[in-house]
């Protein structure tokens, strides 16, 4: 079919499609079987009128010229309409430059106003279309046995309240940098439509569908941090003193190194590490979009830095790597994942990187451990070798939400009573994803770290390498 014919087809459906507001007639995007796509908005008649648009213009120019080979068109909107909502012109735009590859042309329209407003795009346009392909993933995903049957023996009668929180949609994330603008004072100039996460007091909720924070103004200038809700708990958990010496260990893209920052209020040091150079490149862009100049980026593994920095640091956070149980929701890749490395092979790697972290922290310092996964083995778990490495870290209490659950010693067959002080996240008792968190302190009694030969050798202690009051 030719391009004009299969444009003009999708024209005429229009007398059966509901247009968001006044004058809105019809979105389309066109994909080229060469990848290209082309977007357009407000198409009023088979002439292809061009608009002052240049991203539309380009739309028209291609349609016009009939050079371009089209393999697909989708619709959104359709004749007049009264409704009095703004249309998300914006969202039509992001989602149809996003055109996946199709044998088939497709043309797809909102029939009713109820259509439009209770559907919405993510239900009226095909899985191909991103982000709402991940929504078409989950409902089709389909969760391992073995992890069904561990969330079952973890849960209990919440088990298929779980469940149902799964077929529901990622809730969108974001924190105000208030080392930067207090959180009053953001919002009296926040363009969106914002609503406080209960258990982070910088945090809000925001619409991901109808906002595009990401792509405004306030946010190239770090005025905020977009990002899952739950995953703002730990930052938000360490307390933070004027003055402290911070190591974020495992810190890319940098959204808690960043808020862990903001606490310093520009006094102290923070140490931001990641293994992956190339994580650590869009680490360093967050730490100087937040406007952070008491800090310095590392990429090294624990082990090294444990060499340089023994009994060095007020406060560590150790977001460790995990079987990202917590994030299929938001993440239905990581159900593969899972079944590639699961909580066996992350236990390990938690175990050693733990032990080249505790001799790390001054006596006195605090240590947040927090994954993004349910399982007892890297949670629990993890948190009870942490107190056989060294009998001189205690579990302390957090700051709790009605949501939040405690951790279960119970799962891993241990009477330490103490790990009930962990905090557990489930997207069907809180708005957001799966998460666990616990705090320790190391005993101001605790004896001095024994020192290797080689950091002797290598006068580690700050003599020798080059580090004065606490900094290169």
């Known amino acids: 079919m030719e391009t004009k014919e299969l444009i003009s087809q999708a024209l005429s459906a229009r007398e059966n499609a509901y247009a968001p507001y006044s004058g809105f007639m019809v979105g389309a995007a066109l994909l080229c079987k060469d990848g290209t796509v082309y977007t357009g908005c407000n198409i009023e008649n088979a002439a292809f009128t061009p608009t002052n648009c240049a991203e539309r213009t380009a739309f028209f120019k291609a349609v016009s010229e009939g050079k371009r080979d089209f393999v697909k068109i989708a619709i959104v909107g359709g004749k007049k309409g009264e409704m009095t909502a703004p249309a998300p012109c914006g969202v039509c735009l992001q989602v149809m430059s996003e055109f996946c590859k199709a044998d088939e042309f497709e043309i797809v329209m909102a029939k009713s106003e109820e259509d439009y407003s209770s559907k919405r795009l993510s239900e009226l346009l095909p899985s191909s ?154 680490l360093l862009k967050n730490i100087e979009l937040f406007g952070v100049e008491n800090s310095f980026i590392v990429t090294e593994y624990p082990k090294k830095l444990a060499e340089y920095f023994t009994g060095f640091f007020d406060k560590i956070l150790i977001d460790a790597p995990c079987s990202g149980e917590g994030m299929f929701r938001k993440e239905p890749s990581m159900v593969k994942a899972w079944e590639q490395n699961g909580p066996e092979f992350y236990a390990a790697l938690q175990e050693d990187i733990l032990k080249q972290a505790l001799p790390m922290l001054k006596p006195g310092g605090m240590l947040l451990y927090s994954t993004c996964t349910f399982s007892p083995l890297e949670d629990e778990g993890t948190v009870q070798k942490i107190l056989s490495m060294n009998p001189d870290m205690e579990i302390l209490p957090m700051e709790g939400y009605e949501g939040f659950a405690s951790g279960k010693p119970e799962l891993i067959g241990s009477t330490e009573e103490s790990i009930r002080n962990c905090v557990r996240i489930f997207p069907h008792r809180v708005d957001g994803e799966g998460h666990f968190l616990a705090l320790f302190r190391k005993k101001e009694t605790a004896d001095e770290p024994v020192v290797s030969c080689e950091q002797t050798r290598s006068g580690l202690r700050g003599e020798g390498k080059g580090i004065v009051g606490g900094v290169w």
Do not use: W
């Open 129 to 282: 279309f991103f982000p709402y392909k991940r929504l078409e993933e989950r409902k089709k995903m389909e969760l391992p046995v073995a992890f069904c049957d561990e969330m079952k023996r973890i849960l209990g009668d919440e088990y298929e309240d779980y469940l149902k929180s799964m077929e529901g949609t990622r809730k969108f994330g974001l924190r105000v940098n208030t080392a930067k603008i207090s959180v009053e004072d953001f919002l009296k100039i926040s363009p969106f439509e914002l609503t406080p996460i209960p258990y982070v007091k910088n945090g809000f909720y925001y619409d991901g569908e109808k906002e595009q924070p990401a792509k405004h103004p306030y946010y190239f200038a770090g005025l905020y941090y977009l990002q899952d809700p739950s995953a703002m708990t730990p930052a938000s958990r360490l307390p933070i003193e004027e003055n402290d010496v911070v190591l974020d260990l495992c810190a890319a893209p940098g959204g808690k190194a960043t808020e862990l920052a903001a606490k310093l209020h520009g006094t102290g040091l923070l140490i931001a590490n990641d293994i992956s150079s190339k994580r650590a490149k869009a």
